[in-house]
C-alpha cells in the first residue's frame, strides 16, 4: 500500500475529529457545569444539521456560513430548556434527569421523523466535491473548511470563559457552587446560561456535519453515544479533554479502519474507550476525583 | 439567607453523578438508537388481508419507499388481470431485525393473512422464522441469502433469485458487456455491505468466479458497515490496491458516499460494477445528476416486451412521474402478483388453502426476465434472470444480454472531473 495512503486518511480523520471534538465540548461544558448529563445530545445535534439542511434547500444560504445563527438557535432552544424542563430535575436523582432527557431525545428523533421523514439528506454546496491536492496528498475540501470552523468556535469558547465576566462566572459555579451562590452569583441564570452554550456548540458542530454526512433522525442516539465516548475519553467535564478526545477518536476510527477491516472502525474506538477506563478513569485530561 | 442555605445542602446533599452511572447512561441512550415511529394499519371488507413488511425508516428507508411504490401501482393493475381485492396492511422494519420479528408478529395479530416483504435477507430471515411458526404464508419479495429457503419451510416462498443466482448471471452479464466493449479491467477491488445480504454474495462470488474463468483478478476484499456515515478510509484503501475497476454490493446510501469519494478523492475506475441495489435507485440518480451517469448494475430486471411490463410502466409514469420503474417496483409488485393469484385460485384465506395455492401458481403473465413463475420444492423461483443496466442521463438503459439490450454499453467510465 502506497505510504501517502496513510497520511490521507489520518489527516481526513483528523479534520473529522474536530467537528466531533466541537460536539463534544458542548456536553462536557453542561455537565462540567450543571452536572446534568445531556442525553438528548446527539438529537440537539440533529436538530442543527436538519436547519441547515433546510436554510440550504429553500435559500441556498450555505451551512458553514449560517453556522451561527444555528448556533443561536441551539442556544435559545438550550436555555429554554434548561429553564422549562432541566431545572425542576437539578436537584432529583440522576434517574430522574435520566428518563427527562431520554424522553425530550425521544420527542425529538420522533418529532424530525414527522416532519422532514425518514429519508436520507443532504447539503450539495458548489465545494462539495472539491478536494485539495498537496503533493500526493488529498484533502476534502469540506472537511478541512469544518475542521476550521471547528477550531475557531472552541478558540472563540476557551476566551469567552477566561476572558469574560460571565465565562468566569460560570467556572465559578462549576468550581464551587456553594460559593457562588454565597458571592450572589445567580446560578439559576447561569445554568441556563451554560446549557444554552453547549446546545450552542452542539448547533455549530451540525452545522459543519451537514456537510459531512446525510442526515436522518435516528443520527441523533448514535451521534449522542459517540459524544459521551468522546468525553468519557478526554475527560468528563474537561473542555480541552473534549477536544483532544474527539481528535484520538477521529483518527483511531480512520487509522483502524485503514490497518484492519473498515466495517470494524468503530471497535477502535470503543477499544480505546476501554484502555483509557483501564489505565486512567478520569479521562486523559480529567481531573481525579479528591 | 435561611432559604439559600437550605436550597445549598439540599444541592450538596445529592448524589454526585458518578463516572459509573455515567457510562451506564451512556449505554441506556445507545438502546435508542433502534427506536422509530409506529407503523400504521389498514385493512379493508373481505378482500385479502396482506401484510407488508418494508424498511419503511432507518438506513434503508429510501429502498423501502422505493418498494411502496410497487405496492401503491399493484391495486389496479392487478384489477385489470381480473384478481382479487387485497387490503394492504402496512408494517415498518426500520431497517432493524428484531423490529422485523415483532412487526410481522403484530401484523399476523391484527389480521394479516398473508405477509409480504422485506427486501433485507436478514430481516427477511426473522420474519421467514415468525411466518413459519404461526402458519402464515410469506411471499418474499426481495432478499437473496439462500439459507431462506433451504430451512424446510412450508410457508415461504421467494420469487427473487438468491445471491449464487445473481453472481452466477452477473458473471454471464459481465463477459458479454467485456466482449461489447473490446476491452476488460485485468484486477478489480471488492467493496461490500456486511450485512446479511453482502456477506451472502460475497460466499456467492468466492465459490462462482473460479467456475466462470473471469478476466479479472481480485485484488482486494473491502467489507464496509451499511449504516457508514463516511467511506472515505474504505474508498482510500479501495484506490491504494491499485485495481482498474470498482466491483461493489451495496446499498443506497452508501452508493452514494462511495460515488462522493471516487470524486473527492480523484479516482475515475474504468468501471463501476454493481451486483445489487443502489446505484441504479432513482434517489442516486437524482442526488447525484451527472456524477451518476456510468455505474454498471447486474441485477434481477424486468422484460420490457412483457404485456404486464408496460402495464406497470403506465402506472408507475402516472402515480410518481419521473420515476424509472426498477427492481424494488417489479419485485414487490409480483409479490402481491402471487397473493392475489393464490387467493383466487384457492377462494379462501385459510393459510394452508393459501400456502398450497401458492405452491402451485404456475404465472406466465409476469414482469421479471424468465418464463414466468413457478416455485420449487423448496419454494423457491429457480427459472429468474438478470440483466445488465448502465445509468445513462438519468435514465436506465439495458446494455445485457444481448436480446433485451436496449442500447450499447458506454465504456470506460467518463472522468468524474471532467463532467460538466
Redesign the interface.
Known amino acids: 500500500m502506497p505510504a501517502d495512503i496513510y497520511l490521507n486518511v489520518a489527516v481526513s480523520g483528523l479534520l473529522t475529529g474536530l467537528v466531533y471534538g466541537l460536539m463534544a465540548l458542548g456536553l462536557s461544558v453542561i455537565f462540567g457545569v450543571v452536572r446534568v448529563v445531556n442525553f438528548a445530545h446527539g438529537e440537539m445535534m440533529t436538530i442543527a444539521m436538519y436547519l441547515a439542511v433546510a436554510l440550504f434547500a429553500n435559500y441556498k444560504l450555505d451551512p458553514l456560513v449560517m453556522m451561527v445563527p444555528i448556533a443561536v438557535v441551539l442556544f435559545v432552544l438550550g436555555y429554554l430548556m434548561q429553564r422549562g424542563l432541566i431545572s425542576p430535575f437539578i436537584n432529583r436523582p440522576e434517574h430522574s434527569q435520566f428518563m427527562l432527557l431520554v424522553a425530550i431525545a425521544l420527542i425529538m428523533v420522533n418529532g424530525l421523523l414527522i416532519v422532514f421523514g425518514p429519508d436520507a439528506q443532504s447539503v450539495q454546496t458548489s465545494y462539495s466535491y472539491d478536494s485539495f491536492m498537496v503533493g500526493r496528498l488529498i484533502v476534502d475540501a469540506t472537511k478541512v473548511y469544518a475542521g476550521a470552523a471547528a477550531v475557531a468556535v472552541a478558540a472563540a469558547l476557551f476566551a469567552f470563559f477566561r476572558f469574560t465576566l460571565i465565562g468566569k462566572a460560570i467556572r465559578a459555579c462549576a468550581d464551587n457552587y456553594a460559593g457562588a451562590l454565597v458571592v450572589g452569583l445567580n446560578v439559576k441564570s447561569l445554568y441556563a446560561l451554560t446549557f444554552g452554550i453547549g446546545a450552542a456548540c452542539v448547533g455549530a458542530a451540525g452545522a459543519m456535519m451537514a456537510v459531512l454526512v446525510d442526515v436522518t433522525p435516528p443520527l441523533g442516539p448514535a451521534y449522542t453515544l459517540l459524544a459521551f465516548v468522546i468525553v468519557i475519553t478526554g475527560g468528563l467535564g474537561s473542555m480541552p479533554g473534549a477536544l483532544l478526545g474527539g481528535l484520538l477518536i477521529g483518527i483511531t476510527e480512520a487509522l483502524g479502519g485503514l490497518f484492519f477491516t473498515p466495517s470494524a472502525k468503530s471497535m477502535f474506538a470503543f477499544g480505546l474507550l476501554v484502555l483509557v477506563l483501564l489505565f486512567r478513569p478520569q479521562g486523559i485530561l480529567g481531573k481525579r476525583p479528591s | 439567607m435561611k432559604k439559600?442555605l437550605d436550597?445549598?445542602s439540599?444541592?450538596?446533599a445529592?448524589?454526585?453523578?458518578t463516572?459509573r452511572?455515567?457510562?451506564v447512561?451512556?449505554g441506556?441512550?445507545?438502546l435508542?438508537?433502534g427506536?422509530?415511529?409506529f407503523s400504521i394499519g389498514r385493512a379493508q371488507g373481505a378482500a385479502l388481508k396482506v401484510g407488508v413488511l418494508l424498511p419503511?425508516?432507518?438506513?434503508q428507508?429510501?429502498i423501502g419507499?422505493d418498494c411502496q411504490r410497487g405496492v401503491e401501482i399493484a391495486a389496479g393493475v392487478l384489477k385489470d388481470l381480473g384478481l382479487p381485492d387485497l387490503a394492504i396492511m402496512n408494517g415498518d422494519t426500520e431497517s432493524n431485525v428484531e423490529v422485523s420479528r415483532s412487526r410481522a408478529e403484530r401484523l399476523i395479530s391484527e389480521g394479516a393473512q398473508l405477509l409480504v416483504g422485506a427486501f433485507d435477507s436478514g430481516h427477511t430471515t426473522a420474519i421467514a422464522q415468525v411466518a413459519e411458526q404461526k402458519g402464515i404464508p410469506f411471499v418474499i419479495n426481495i432478499a437473496a441469502a439462500p439459507p431462506i429457503t433451504e430451512q424446510g419451510y412450508k410457508f415461504v416462498f421467494r420469487n427473487f433469485p438468491t445471491a449464487p443466482m445473481i453472481v452466477g448471471d452477473a458473471f454471464t452479464n459481465q463477459k458479454e458487456v467485456f466482449e461489447l466493449a473490446g476491452s476488460a479491467p485485468k484486477s478489480v477491488v471488492f467493496m461490500h455491505v456486511?450485512d446479511t445480504f453482502g456477506t451472502a454474495m460475497k460466499n456467492g462470488f468466492g465459490a462462482a468466479m473460479p467456475k466462470f474463468n473471469m478476466p479479472y483478478t481480485m485484488a482486494e476484499q473491502?467489507?464496509?458497515?451499511p449504516a457508514?456515515?463516511?467511506?472515505?478510509?474504505?474508498l482510500?484503501?479501495a484506490?491504494?490496491?491499485g485495481a482498474e475497476a470498482l466491483l461493489v454490493v451495496s446499498r443506497l446510501?452508501d452508493a452514494?458516499?462511495l460515488t462522493?469519494e471516487l470524486?473527492?478523492?480523484?479516482w475515475t475506475p474504468m468501471a463501476v460494477l454493481s451486483v445489487g441495489p443502489g446505484w441504479y435507485e432513482d434517489?442516486y440518480l437524482k442526488?447525484l445528476g451527472k456524477?451518476s451517469d456510468g455505474p454498471m448494475s447486474f441485477v434481477p430486471w424486468y422484460d420490457p416486451n412483457k404485456k404486464v411490463s408496460k402495464q406497470l410502466e403506465a402506472a408507475l409514469a402516472k402515480a410518481h412521474p419521473g420515476i424509472n420503474l426498477n427492481t424494488n417496483h417489479i419485485y414487490t409488485f409480483e409479490a402481491l402478483l402471487i397473493a392475489a393469484d393464490a387467493y383466487k385460485r384457492a377462494g379462501s384465506t385459510d393459510p394452508k388453502a393459501l400456502a398450497d395455492a401458492i405452491r402451485a401458481t404456475n404465472i406466465t403473465d409476469n414482469v421479471s426476465i424468465g418464463p414466468g413463475i413457478k416455485f420449487d420444492a423448496k419454494g423457491q423461483n429457480a427459472t429468474l434472470k438478470n440483466a445488465a443496466i448502465q445509468n445513462r442521463d438519468g435514465k436506465l438503459v439495458t446494455v445485457a444480454p444481448k436480446a433485451a439490450a436496449s442500447a450499447k454499453v458506454e465504456w470506460p467510465l467518463a472522468a468524474y472531473d471532467k463532467r460538466t
Open positions: 439559600t436550597s445549598n439540599a444541592r450538596t445529592r448524589p454526585g453523578v463516572r452511572r455515567f457510562s447512561g451512556a441506556a441512550a445507545g435508542l438508537a427506536t422509530a415511529p419503511r425508516s432507518g438506513v428507508a429510501g419507499q456486511n473491502i467489507a464496509y458497515d457508514a456515515r463516511d467511506l472515505s478510509v474504505e482510500a484503501k484506490k491504494a490496491t446510501n452514494i458516499l462522493r470524486v473527492k478523492q480523484r434517489q442526488t456524477l
